[in-house]
């Protein structure tokens, strides 16, 4: 047995504390990668693809640049008596500026959150939390770029036409085009980015405990990151060395080539580190990607085991000068020790901290996801914002007379208000129920009319709920905003529930105490699934029964509906098995039964016809 024990820690040394075997960058995640066939241009676009995302910018821009720009230079050179040539110049010259400046507003946007990142790291270093809205607000930058790009063209062609003045009447439609186009633009930003905080405020009750839980765990990160390696290196002294161990100095030519071949490496290894997509360096820029959970791990992990000799393994005490408190030392500690065995290795250091990060991006890409609810709203937000829009192109496509175009609008308008009026009415209600009130999650298990109910769906005038016996009921909006009461459980916490008990009047008080007793105690022994109890007197029947409650309280809440119910089932067995060791049962009270003076029962009336007697 003990050398089975001292096998097996052994091979855990060997997978997880040898310092110079561990793989940091190993990824666990079985990935499968099928080799593709592909024919030559499919083989040139992986080749591109390959790249790293500013590189492939670049190279669109120089291509589609140089492609844009090309008709002027033939009509600047070759056919400059051309009556089109000004045309020609004006419409490259626009394509070409818009061009450029679309793909460097591509490559800004998208260079901006990691500048934010960068500067907040220099002045207070505390960017994990940061990072969740960064990456909310990248949500949005496909918008943005949108409506800078429509910004640019417009700037440019108002630039263009007031230096060189093109004769055609027609650039004076194309600048109402590109007004028109740059209010659409930002009519939709402004109703994305209305549906995204709406969306972002819709998910966060429902992922409360989770975002609660990933905080913790970015404010340990965030906290432990701030520290410096403090590494105890011990090198030979000069007379320990060995004379038979100096090596003789090569040639200078052999020692020159050498220099050579190293420094044209290393420049090798920065052009591919700049260029491709899957390199060090681009991987590193990805801050919240795996590459960088794995780095910061393996940081961690060194600056933590500040010891000598080194520990393949890190303690509690290791964190306590980081922390102004132990409490505070002991709780970072158990975010990384999954296994609550009191050390923490290698593997569940990189494991926890790889996991705090995919925690972080599956959030934000919770908060992101638009729900079937978000997306219907959505589509109502479109909707409105198309009737803006169409509003825009009327004020800058007929400014002398908008409102009489307005007017067959308005018509349509006020005609659909008589038809949908109720509609509109009743959809406003719900929306305000589902977005405003947000009685419940898609998930939540929930209580109406004290009839369980799991929510599988919502609608802008309905929800669909599941029973747990498997019934599916669609019940209005309407309905459970105004006249229901709702009890959420998944949102509850610990809950409380009772049983009550009928004992005979004659039951020993003691024997009630003894019976508190021995409910407190099988409550300590299954802490995981009870956190308190009571035992109370409620009432005493006409002296003939004694009404006890019996109170306890569920550690979690009841959304485990099955779950509930096998703690109760539990519970109530222990109970019956006390109640039987004590003896404690309910009785029925002993009537009294009084006889006549003579000691003869009296024969019963009988019963029939109006009394008579038979003959």
Request: aromatic share 10%; proline share 2%.
């Given at each position: 047995m003990t050398n089975d024990k001292a096998s097996v820690a052994d091979t855990d040394t060997t997978a997880t504390g040898s310092s110079d075997e561990f793989d940091w960058d190993e990824d666990n995640e079985q990935r499968n990668v099928s080799a593709v066939k592909a024919r030559r241009m499919r083989l040139v676009y992986v080749a591109f693809m390959k790249l790293a995302r500013p590189i492939r910018t670049l190279l669109v821009a120089l291509i589609?640049?140089?492609?844009?720009?090309?008709?002027?230079?033939?009509?600047?050179?070759?056919?400059?008596?051309?009556?089109?040539?000004?045309?020609?110049?004006?419409?490259?010259?626009?394509?070409?500026?818009?061009?450029a400046a679309a793909c460097v507003t591509y490559l800004v946007v998208d260079l901006l959150p990691r500048v934010i990142i960068s500067l907040v790291m220099m002045l207070s270093g505390k960017v994990e939390r940061l990072k969740i809205q960064v990456e909310l607000a990248v949500a949005v930058s496909g918008w943005l770029k949108l409506v800078l790009d429509i910004s640019w063209g417009w700037i440019a062609l108002g630039v263009i036409r007031h230096i060189y003045h093109p004769p055609q009447a027609y650039w004076t439609d194309i600048n109402r085009v590109m007004q028109a186009f740059f209010g659409a633009g930002i009519i939709l930003l402004v109703e994305k980015l209305a549906l995204h905080l709406i969306a972002i405020q819709f998910h966060q009750k429902a992922l409360a405990d989770r975002i609660a839980e990933n905080q913790i765990a970015l404010r340990a990160l965030d906290r432990l990151s701030h520290a410096h390696p403090n590494r105890r290196r011990?090198?030979?002294?000069?007379?320990?060395?060995?004379?038979?161990?100096?090596?003789?100095?090569?040639?200078?030519?052999?020692?020159?080539?050498?220099?050579?071949?190293?420094?044209?490496?290393?420049?090798?290894?920065?052009?591919?580190?700049?260029?491709?997509?899957?390199?060090?360096?681009?991987?590193?820029?990805?801050?919240?990607?795996?590459?960088?959970?794995?780095?910061?791990?393996?940081?961690?992990?060194?600056?933590?085991?500040?010891?000598?000799?080194?520990?393949?393994?890190?303690?509690?005490?290791?964190?306590?000068?980081?922390?102004?408190?132990?409490?505070?030392?002991?709780?970072?500690?158990?975010?990384?020790?999954?296994?609550?065995?009191?050390?923490?290795?290698?593997?569940?250091?990189?494991?926890?901290?790889?996991?705090?990060?995919?925690?972080?991006?599956?959030?934000?890409?919770?908060?992101?996801?638009?729900?079937?609810?978000?997306?219907?709203?959505?589509?109502?937000?479109?909707?409105?914002?198309?009737?803006?829009?169409?509003?825009?192109?009327?004020?800058?496509?007929?400014?002398?007379?908008?409102?009489?175009?307005?007017?067959?609008?308005?018509?349509?308008?006020?005609?659909?208000?008589?038809?949908?009026?109720?509609?509109?009415?009743?959809?406003?209600?719900?929306?305000?129920?589902?977005?405003?009130?947000?009685?419940?999650?898609?998930?939540?298990?929930?209580?109406?009319?004290?009839?369980?109910?799991?929510?599988?769906?919502?609608?802008?005038?309905?929800?669909?709920?599941?029973?747990?016996?498997?019934?599916?009921?669609?019940?209005?909006?309407?309905?459970?905003?105004?006249?229901?009461?709702?009890h959420n459980l998944r949102r509850s916490n610990a809950m409380w529930e009772t049983t009550t008990l009928v004992v005979s009047y004659n039951t020993p008080l003691?024997?009630?105490?003894?019976?508190?007793?021995?409910?407190?105690?099988?409550?300590?022994?299954?802490?995981?699934?009870?956190?308190?109890?009571?035992?109370?007197?409620?009432?005493?029947?006409?002296?003939?029964?004694?009404?006890?409650?019996?109170?306890?309280?569920?550690?979690?809440?009841?959304?485990?509906?099955?779950?509930?119910?096998?703690?109760?089932?539990?519970?109530?067995?222990?109970?019956?098995?006390?109640?039987?060791?004590?003896?404690?049962?309910?009785y029925m009270p002993v009537q009294p039964v009084l006889l006549p003076s003579g000691g003869q029962i009296p024969s019963p009336r009988p019963s029939g016809l109006g009394g008579l007697r038979a003959r």
């Open positions: 589609g640049a140089g492609i844009l720009v090309t008709p002027l230079l033939v009509v600047q050179f070759r056919f400059k008596d051309s009556s089109a040539r000004m045309q020609v110049y004006v419409w490259s010259l626009w394509l070409s500026i818009t061009w011990h090198t030979k002294s000069v007379s320990s060395v060995d004379p038979n161990q100096v090596q003789v100095k090569p040639n200078l030519r052999k020692e020159r080539r050498k220099k050579r071949k190293a420094m044209t490496s290393i420049i090798l290894d920065q052009v591919r580190q700049v260029a491709l997509k899957d390199s060090t360096l681009n991987q590193a820029s990805d801050f919240g990607g795996l590459h960088n959970a794995r780095r910061l791990a393996r940081k961690l992990f060194s600056t933590l085991n500040g010891v000598y000799p080194p520990r393949d393994h890190l303690l509690v005490e290791d964190f306590y000068p980081y922390f102004h408190t132990e409490a505070e030392a002991h709780d970072a500690f158990a975010v990384f020790d999954k296994d609550g065995n009191g050390d923490i290795t290698k593997k569940e250091m990189r494991e926890t901290v790889q996991n705090i990060y995919r925690e972080r991006k599956a959030l934000v890409s919770s908060l992101k996801d638009a729900s079937s609810a978000v997306r219907k709203l959505d589509a109502v937000m479109l909707a409105v914002a198309f009737v803006a829009i169409i509003f825009v192109f009327l004020l800058i496509f007929n400014r002398a007379n908008t409102m009489a175009s307005l007017i067959p609008l308005g018509t349509i308008i006020l005609g659909f208000s008589f038809i949908f009026g109720n509609a509109a009415s009743t959809l406003f209600e719900s929306l305000i129920f589902i977005f405003s009130t947000h009685v419940f999650d898609v998930g939540d298990l929930i209580l109406v009319d004290d009839q369980p109910l799991v929510v599988r769906e919502f609608g802008l005038f309905a929800t669909t709920f599941r029973r747990v016996d498997g019934h599916e009921i669609v019940a209005p909006n309407a309905l459970l905003a105004g006249t229901k009461t709702v003691e024997d009630i105490e003894m019976l508190k007793m021995r409910v407190k105690a099988y409550v300590a022994e299954n802490s995981r699934d009870w956190s308190g109890y009571d035992l109370n007197i409620d009432k005493l029947e006409y002296q003939n029964a004694i009404h006890v409650i019996v109170a306890m309280e569920h550690r979690k809440n009841w959304q485990d509906w099955g779950g509930r119910w096998a703690r109760r089932t539990a519970f109530m067995k222990n109970l019956k098995t006390i109640l039987e060791d004590l003896d404690v049962r309910y």
